[in-house]
């Protein structure tokens, strides 16, 4: 039987709490209600803001999370927003139904390991961008 697995998309904001928190919720609401908006043919489960300074979301590709991640900079960049984004795409498994009103509540190891990567990326001079994906099990060719 095939494991099926998800491709999952975390982003926090970077140094949120020396920031004004009341400017930077804006922005980052702004930017998850527009990034819903323009992908929505790829989103499997909204762009969910979780902890304040992070939202999380399962897309159906990734190149679907590649292709909002590349928008939301260049988004943030024309609009001189006051933060920059760290970015977690994780493929992996949701045991949970996938939700199609926001992206809490929902279980699985994919969800876990993205977690774990998002707090190990928050560590010193770690990179802004970092991706785990499912490697395909390759059969050999018997002739």
């Known amino acids: 039987m095939k494991k099926v697995t998800h491709t999952i998309l975390m982003a926090d904001i970077i140094g949120s709490s020396a920031k004004d928190s009341q400017e930077i919720m804006t922005d980052f609401q702004g930017l998850s209600k527009k990034l819903n908006r323009k992908f ?3 989103i499997l489960s909204p762009l969910t803001i979780t ?4 939202f999380q979301g399962v897309v159906n590709s990734l190149r679907a ?3 909002i991640i590349f ?3 260049e ?3 024309s609009t001189h927003a006051n933060f920059k984004l760290r970015w977690i795409i994780n493929q992996g498994k949701i045991d949970t139904p996938i939700s199609i009103k926001n992206s809490y509540g929902m279980l699985g190891s994919g969800l876990t390991e993205a977690r774990v990567l998002l707090e190990e990326a928050k560590g010193y001079n770690s990179s802004r961008f970092n991706v785990k994906t499912v490697q395909a099990e390759l059969k050999p060719i018997v002739k």
């Open 71 to 73: 928008y939301a900079e």
């Open 75 to 77: 988004y943030l960049i």
């Open 40 to 42: 929505k043919p790829d």
């Open 65 to 67: 999370a590649c292709s």
């Open 51 to 54: 902890l304040g300074d992070e």
